[in-house]
């Protein structure tokens, strides 16, 4: 599904000027910009140590027989510039599903000249062509440019909640049976 950036979010189609970026669904193809931008987030993100997706699995996750995610792709004079990274998520007091931005990133070179609004922009139509409920992602506490620009758009950084995550070897024992369970549960 390409995205023209100068549909506005309402999914309207009413005129804005067409930005500089063009955006569109990820294909195959893209796989070696995509990793390239994910181990540029991770590095920014001071969490390289984290970053093992390789572009096989990345391929299996984004076009394989059960897609786990979608992709857009930001391009400036046919370069890669910026992705964003999706999947849906489901409200049970909306009753409906939302669609949750995973990570969004913009090469350095193509910072503050819209590429960023243009990719949410683009998923907020998306959003509301596929009637979901709600539009969401998260942002580290530290980065305050990325909050400002964000609550500009009309965004809320919810205080209250927090990301609550198991890993590893956590989670491991977390899908124990019960009975067997180091901690707490119901047990027999």
Known sequence: MERDASRD??????????CAFEIRAARPGDLPAIRTMIEA?????????????????????????????EVLIATGNGQPAGFALFFHNFSTFLGRRGLW???LFVLPAHRRRGCAQALLRSLAAIAVERRCG???????D??????????SLG???LPDWRIVRVVGPAL????????RARSGGCGN
């Open 9 to 18: 979010a309402s999914g309207e189609g009413a005129a804005r000027p067409r």
């Open 41 to 69: 987030l991770a590095e920014y993100e001071k969490l390289a140590h984290l970053c093992i997706a390789s572009e096989t699995d990345l391929a299996e996750a984004l076009f394989g027989s059960h897609p786990a995610a």
């Open 142 to 151: 530290w980065n305050a440019p990325a909050i400002a620009f964000y609550e």
């Open 172 to 179: 491991e024992t977390l899908a124990e049976p019960a009975g």
């Open 155 to 157: 965004g809320t950084v």
């Open 134 to 140: 709600r539009f969401e992602w998260a942002v580290l």
């Open 101 to 103: 931005l995973e990570d």
